[in-house]
């Protein structure tokens, strides 16, 4: 589904990833975990085509399409969704409206009817329960003085009602309480199905606990250094990163 | 008269003041002193600091017929939508519901022309006051000199008017025509009214309206002004809008300005007695090479007063936009509170917004604050949106109306904010095809 080879990229002078090679396949799970600064939201970043990162070399193919020359509208409607480490506050625009734009957006590319009001009602009335999110949220601005949790569970609610093929984690646990956590992962799981990839981001295991990855890459200035099962990020968390980039020289 | 005309420039509006002085009666002697006035203050200096920003060079060379105080021909009016169902339509500076004038238009509202008031005994000084100072009093003592009409709105006293009343202050006519609107609002104490004051004009003709407004809210009143400029393309507009608010009234005025080639309106507020209040807020539309300037002051004379100033612009293409808002707390006006925002949108490179704001403070025991912004849409606002898959035009378009949205959703008059919405939605999509 997605298939990240040699993937160079820089923000102004600052080269950040240093050659990324990923392989992803429909149904699986990954966790990409690294020390601060390694390069993980950078590379969750470029795959969902956030401007000011400039890719120099490498190629990522999603779906057999050359990923880094879509815009990042027609990412989205192709089913790749990015759940932001630090969503954006829009004042103004409503989550209703944000929502019912972005499935229609989705639903368009699909060859599908634009719902009506109703029927996206019944759909994200069904969504919010599974997040556990009071309706008032829907009129409310997008993201518009939510806490840390009810933001990150508003970006998950936003994957569940889109629907993706390929959804991109950037830090989805970091700022939540543990409740908050079990909330968001449970929407995560209610999304893993054999016709969908995640790719997590984190800096700590703990997310790992409720989503259980089938893959593990460990990246640490840029590359990644290792890879393996869940049983990998158990070792990080007990022994920390620097064994691994320890192994990553003397190899 | 013609030998205080000092230039060229203005020896037009000396020709027009000699054509309707044989024909005003018995206001000739309050109007000459109106004229002497223009003509003493002219047009603008090159260095006006009330004019930094905008330039009348282009009305300074242009000419403009003049209909005369004795009336203007028959002229279509351009269609108007009704924002009530309770309408006065000024042509051409002239009432032409006389019907609807005679008749109380509204309970509790009553409407006259100039002549009606005049011959009820009302004293001319009143109808046709000339305020002192700032960038337009000039254009005001013009308007006293060649207002060929005047409609004056008396809101009974503790009368509570639901339904707005509609003003329709109309620039017609294929000719470019100087005409000079004058409103005069009083709102009796303990009253509750809302006007919608509207202009319109003709997209083709280069009109010249210079039109004044003096509004009196007596004690304990409550007065709601809904301005909406839509006023054509070519014209150029200039309006001052004096409101004097006694002790526990209010004003509350919205402003869009969305039309007209150059525009310039002067709103100021004296809150002259004890628990006075203004709100002001406005947003105005500087799209293509429209120049739109807002000067919005308020006065705080007494104690206990409050105001409030919320504007907000957009520009586009080659479009100037200019706010300059003041406060002055005087001396007396201890326990006052000043509050102005101005906030603005530049969506392309070659538009322009100057925003200063300006707090005079003489009382110490005051809460003043003020804040200025102009910015373009947020980056990383856009780019969220995209990445939910709205393209880029969408994206703009949704961040742009929350933007307008702010002031746009305190306009309480559903048929007003309604055709501000659609006329707004319109310039938006326009603009934004040509922009995304």
Known sequence: ?251 | MNAAVANDALAPYGAAFEAVRATVGETAAAREQAFARFAELGFPAPRDEAWKYTSLRRLEARRFAFAGAGGAGPVDTPAVDALSSHRVTVVNGRVTDAALVRSAPLDGIRVRTLSQALEEGEPQGALLRVPTGGGTERFAALNAALSNDAVVIDVAASASVAEPLHVVIAAAGAEPTMIHPRLLIRAGAGSSARIVLHHVGTDSAEHFVNSYVDVEAAADAQLHLYRLQSQGARAFLIERIDATVGQRAAIVVHDAQLGASLSRLDLNARLAAPGAAAELTGLFLADDSRHLDAHVRVDHLAAGTRSLVDYRGIAAGRGRGVFNGKAVVHVDAQQSQARQTSRNLLLTPGAEIDTKPELEIYADDVQCSHGATTGQLDPAALFYLRSRGLDERQARSALTRAFAGAVLSRMDLASYSGAVHSILDARLERLLETTA
């Open chain 1, 1 to 251: 589904m997605l298939s990240i080879r040699n993937l160079h990229a820089r923000i102004g002078n600052r080269t950040i990833l240093k050659g990324i090679d990923l392989e992803v396949r429909p149904g699986e799970v990954h966790a990409i975990m690294g020390p601060n600064g390694s390069g993980k939201s950078t590379l969750a970043s470029v795959l969902a085509g956030r401007a000011g990162y400039e890719v120099t070399q490498g190629t990522v193919e999603y779906l057999g399409q050359d990923l880094l020359a879509m815009e990042p509208e027609e990412r989205a409607r192709a089913g790749v969704f990015l759940a932001f480490q630090y969503p954006v506050e829009i004042p103004g625009v409503n989550n209703a409206y944000l929502l019912k734009a972005a499935l229609n957006a989705v639903r368009k590319q699909r060859g599908e009817p634009e719902l009506d009001a109703f029927e996206f009602l019944a759909l994200v009335r069904d969504k919010m329960k599974l997040m556990q999110m009071d309706e008032s949220f829907l009129n409310r601005g997008v993201n518009e003085g939510f806490s840390g949790g009810e933001k990150k569970r508003n970006e998950i609610l936003q994957m569940a009602v889109l629907e993706p093929k390929l959804a991109l984690l950037d830090e989805t646990d970091s700022g939540l309480d543990i409740d908050a956590l079990r909330v968001v992962a449970n929407g995560v799981n209610s999304l893993r199905g054999p016709e969908r990839a995640i790719v997590m981001v984190t800096h700590y295991q703990r997310l790992l606990d409720y989503i259980e990855p089938d893959v593990v890459h460990v990246l640490s200035d840029g590359r990644i250094l290792k890879s393996g099962d869940k049983s990998l990020a158990l070792e990080l968390e007990k022994r920390g990163y620097d064994w691994v980039r320890q192994e990553a020289r003397v190899a």
